[in-house]
């Protein structure tokens, strides 16, 4: 681990990487000029509503000249870029920061291009945003909760799939949301107990496990469906929670109506991200969690108990994904689909590695790809001519990178998906 | 002999897989013959396994099926014994109409083959054949990812991979005009290895020089190769007077030959998957490079020191790999489609990780798993048709087997059958840290 920690250290105040993120800065405010700055006329204005649908107008829409605006960004770009080439180490172990800072910029600097001359919600874009960004945050917090103990979760996506619609199911049936959300949760807990199981007891291949649930998931959810939900429609329309408004937060100018008049999972989201950050980082309970995920045999010797700890986490992780799955039928479509996960659970997965198995990298992750998502398909409104697949495409490859160390390794749990076995 | 019996029980069967594998290779290498128990002793053990996970797989697929019918329910009520029967007559209508539809109904094909007729007889064969041809990309599909169990490597990707492949072939298929069948065809055919390749060799690549997990780069690369086939086929591909996303027809050229009249769907493709099983065969046990290849598989550090270029295997394993499930997308389109359609494949990519795993990642395994695979997933087609159950039944049952091939010690509790003395070969792969 120490070694990690010092590949870490040279890596980030390495002579290369300090140029050749200079010099990215500068492509980008480069490309913020070249591409979007140069072409726009001196009168074009873009316009962005601040107030989402539906809500009262607390503030009025932002007006921007598009042409001044981009040239700024692009001359902000830049003098990071040039910073980060003159100084001596550049930005040093804040690098990271300034990418994000220009990246931000970047992508504020082809919003105000898109929407040049014409309209863009930016208010309506983050409140998509942060529903998107819900499902892979739960996930992805699964994903941690599992990892960090040492036992891969590649499976988050049928423990989604298997909670959407047993939430759907036992909600239409019993007529209770909330009895529905209670099955859903029960659900991940009994695919993440088989997953526990398999791994822990039969020091099955992790990755096999995982790919065991999926596989059940995808055809038992379905073989229900199939069956029975498509048949008898009204076994499949449990309705959805209603939005809960915070009085008073729920004023606050652009963000109020965002945050503070949402669905209870968003509410729920936030809590289990302290909760889990807090947990996992400043109690008792998380350093033997983490400790059993990155040296178990030490952990063994000072007489914690690895195979329990890896059933809860396990556990609490299934249940997390189930809770993450009922947002699907329960907090937004109120009605399940086949396969109507499509794919999210892997997107939670790619956002727990981007997020380095932080809950709240986990967090600015998700809302990234959330973003992404949100913005793809309001590529064709604005009539830009950019595939929105491309666009799609950016979580996995933005998690490659990440992957591959360009832009820093990240620290993955060191034991993580072995098995663990008693010695003597 | 007397000292072994002292050893305790446990300590035999802790060997693990990369133990095993080295004791193989290490035999290989110096041309020593087993000493172990009779040939034949072995194969039956080692059979033992992966039949009774079938077995109990099927059970447990029939158990669900009753349990999700509402007539069993009813007779139930009436009484427990009247509830039997009904389940045990409901089991028998639907993995008789599975049976049937995968093989075909021995009366029908008697009394077509006595009535003479050609027609009657295709209709007939009709399921056995198209059993053959729901095998086919599961051949594939399991060499591929027992290929890159071989190396150590999981290629979960072989989803993404299949899709690439398909993408290249018809290309290939269409694009390229005026040149005869006996040129065009294998270039279509070798476009999906290239494209299924590229998309394994990224992977391998950045496992190879950045230690980026193959699992996750794999997944995510499935995801990447679904984007770029719905853009291309609503862009770039798409057929220009068609309104849904579909790729032009390709050439009759590039089309692989069937052997009889409609409906008969069977076609060249079977045949040149088992010759590719073969192929395979021969790398992985008769070359030099398959040999480097197994010996990453079991132990990266053992072959770097004995002079391998450990990089350039697992680049290697993961584009044939990759080259290996293109092949399956390349087979499908030029086999069966003739052109392509957004989410052709259905799921092939997961099913060939637990064909590879049933096969035990050797190819004869895997052609016979891929076998059992094609002819489940076809019959479960009429048995959606006569008895109403969903054809998702197949994934279940997929399922159960994987996970008790997976963990055979489960199989061994149920059926109280002994540890085999050799240990267990399993499958490890290496860890989301690498070291």
């Known amino acids: 681990m120490t070694t990690t920690a010092l590949r870490r250290e040279v890596e980030i105040i390495s002579p290369t990487r300090k140029w050749v993120m200079g010099v990215l800065f500068l492509v980008l405010g480069g490309a913020i000029w070249y591409l979007f700055a140069r072409s726009m006329g001196t009168d074009v204005v873009t316009k962005f509503g601040m107030t989402v649908g539906g809500a009262e107008a607390t503030i009025p829409d932002l007006l921007l000249p598009t042409r001044t605006t981009l040239n700024i960004l692009a001359l902000i770009c830049g003098i990071f870029g040039i910073f980060q080439l003159v100084i001596p180490r550049g930005f040093k172990n804040r690098t990271n920061l300034v990418l994000g800072i220009v990246s931000g910029l970047f992508i504020f600097g082809f919003l105000t291009w898109a929407a040049a001359g014409k309209s863009l919600n930016l208010a309506g874009l983050m409140n998509t945003t942060l529903s998107k960004a819900v499902p892979l945050t739960l996930g992805a917090m699964s994903g941690i909760l599992c990892e960090r103990a040492g036992v891969v979760n590649i499976a988050i996506e049928g423990m989604m799939l298997m909670g959407a619609m047993v939430g759907a199911l036992v909600g239409s049936i019993t007529g209770s949301l909330w009895i529905g959300l209670i099955s859903a949760v029960l659900s991940g807990a009994f695919l993440g107990l088989i997953h526990a ?5 039969y020091k099955t291949d992790q990755i096999i496990s995982g790919t065991v649930i999926n596989i059940f998931s995808m055809g038992m959810t379905s073989y229900i469906s199939a069956k029975f939900m498509q048949k008898y429609q009204e076994l499949n329309n449990p309705g959805t929670f209603s939005f809960l408004e915070i009085p008073g937060l729920s004023r606050i100018p652009f963000f109020g109506p965002i ?123 604005l009539g830009i001519q950019i595939p929105s697949q491309f666009l799609l495409m950016a979580p996995y490859i933005a998690t490659m990178v990440v992957l591959a160390g360009v832009v820093g390794r990240g620290q993955m749990p060191a034991a993580d998906g072995q098995p663990y076995e008693k010695e003597g | ?88 007559s409901i089991l028998v209508t639907s993995y008789s109409a599975l049976f049937t539809g995968a093989i075909g109904d021995p009366a029908r094909i008697i009394t077509a083959i006595k009535s003479g007729d050609i027609d009657q007889i295709r209709r007939a064969f009709y399921p056995f054949f198209e059993s053959l041809v729901a ?102 591909m798409k057929r220009p007077e068609s309104f849904n996303p579909v790729s032009p027809a390709i050439m009759d050229t590039a089309k692989l030959p069937r052997f009889f009249g409609d409906p008969i769907r069977f076609h060249l493709g079977f045949f040149v998957a088992l010759f590719f099983a073969w192929l395979v065969y021969w790398f992985l046990f008769k070359t030099k490079w398959g040999f480097d290849l197994r010996a990453v598989g079991a132990n990266p550090n053992a072959a770097r020191y004995a002079g391998m270029i450990v990089s350039t295997a697992i680049m290697l394993a993961m584009s044939l790999s990759g080259g290996l499930a293109g092949l399956a997308g390349g087979n499908e389109v030029l086999g069966l489609n003739y052109n392509l359609a957004m989410a052709f494949s259905s799921g092939y990519g997961f099913d060939s990780i637990a064909i590879a795993l049933l096969g035990k990642s050797h190819p004869l395994g895997v052609v016979l798993s891929a076998l059992l695979f094609g002819t ?60």
């Open chain 1, 259 to 381: 945050l503070f008049d949402n669905s209870m999972f968003v509410y729920a989201m936030f809590i289990f991200l302290f909760v889990l950050q807090i947990g996992l980082f400043y109690t008792r309970w998380g350093l033997r969690h983490r400790s059993v995920g990155e040296h178990p045999r030490a952990a063994d010797t000072l007489g914690i108990n690895v195979f329990r700890t890896r059933y809860i986490a396990v556990l609490l992780g299934g249940m997390m994904a189930g809770f993450a799955g009922g947002y699907f039928t329960l907090g937004s479509v109120g009605r399940f689909d086949e396969v109507m996960t499509a794919g999210r659970g892997f997107i939670a997965l790619a956002a727990m590695i981007f997020g380095n198995w932080m809950p709240f990298g986990a967090f600015s992750a998700g809302l990234l790809f959330g973003f992404a998502d949100s913005l793809a398909s309001k590529l064709a409104i």
């Open chain 2, 376 to 435: 489940l997933r076809n019959g479960a087609t009429n048995m959606q048709l006569k008895a109403d159950i969903p054809i998702d039944i197949i994934s279940i049952l997929q399922a159960f087997i994987l996970a008790f091939i997976a963990a055979p010690a489960i199989i061994r509790t149920i059926y109280r059958l002994k540890e085999p003395a050799e240990g267990e070969a399993e499958i490890r792969t290496s860890t989301w840290g690498g070291s």
């Open chain 2, 1 to 88: 002999m007397s000292q072994d019996n002292k050893l305790p029980q446990e300590k035999k069967s802790k060997k693990n897989g990369v133990q095993i594998l080295q004791e193989e290779l290490l035999r290989e290498a110096t041309g020593e013959k087993p000493k172990h128990a009779s040939r034949w002793r072995r194969t039956a053990q080692s059979l033992a396994v992966p039949v009774l996970a079938i077995f109990t797989g099927l059970v447990l697929g029939g158990l669900i099926i009753v349990l999700t019918t509402t007539s069993f329910y009813v007779a139930w009520r009436i009484s427990p014994i009247q509830g039997l029967k009904e389940g045990w």
């Open chain 1, 197 to 201: 199981v398999l791994s822990i007891r």
């Open chain 2, 135 to 236: 095998s086919t990309p599961y051949i594939y599909g399991g060499l591929a990812v027992a290929l890159g169990f071989r190396a150590g490597l999981f290629n979960i990707g072989a989803e993404g991979q299949i899709f690439m492949g398909a993408i290249f072939s018809a290309y290939a298929g269409y694009s390229l005009t005026g040149l005869p069948i006996f040129i065009h065809l294998p270039i279509a055919f070798l476009a999906g290895a290239l494209g299924g390749g590229i998309w394994g060799f990224i992977p391998g690549w950045l496992k190879a020089k950045t230690g980026g997990h193959e699992v996750i780069n794999t997944i995510m690369m499935n995801y990447i190769a679904f984007r770029l086939s719905d853009w291309l086929l609503t862009g770039p």
